[in-house]
């Protein structure tokens, strides 16, 4: 299974962008999804979830600014981002539970996406 993480880019104080992350690969089903940043100096932080296919957890500086959603039956999890400040700077990755053919479910790592708010 491969996460396929793309859409971010520079933009300015205010600006959007929607970050898209596919799953590709022999997989039963695609379970809880999430979110995540890094900014330089700091520690991987959760910025979204959805689980059992409904947005369910925001970071609170991201709330109302921020939406998680899915299309399920193009294995795509997206991240629409408006309003965006320089803190919201960092490498975002995306995060996906599967269901394999054996029965077992595996967590997922996409290559992460740059995303740089300037001031």
């Known amino acids: 299974v491969q996460l396929q993480a793309y859409g971010g880019g520079l933009v300015q104080t205010g600006g959007s962008l929607r970050l898209s992350c596919v799953a590709s690969g022999r997989f039963s089903s695609i379970g809880n999804m999430g979110w995540y940043r890094q900014s330089q100096g700091k520690q991987r932080e959760a910025v979204a979830f959805?689980?059992?296919?409904?947005?369910?957890n925001y970071l609170d500086s991201v709330k109302g600014r921020f939406t998680i959603s899915a299309d399920i039956s193009k294995n795509t999890l997206y991240l629409q981002m408006n309003s965006l400040k320089p803190e919201d700077t960092g490498v975002y990755y995306c995060?996906?539970?599967?269901?394999?053919?054996?029965?077992?479910?595996?967590?997922?790592w996409g290559q992460g996406t740059q995303v740089t708010v300037s001031s």
């Open positions: 995060n996906v539970d599967v269901l394999e053919y054996s029965g077992s479910l595996s967590g997922y």
């Open positions: 959805m689980f059992n296919g409904r947005p369910t």
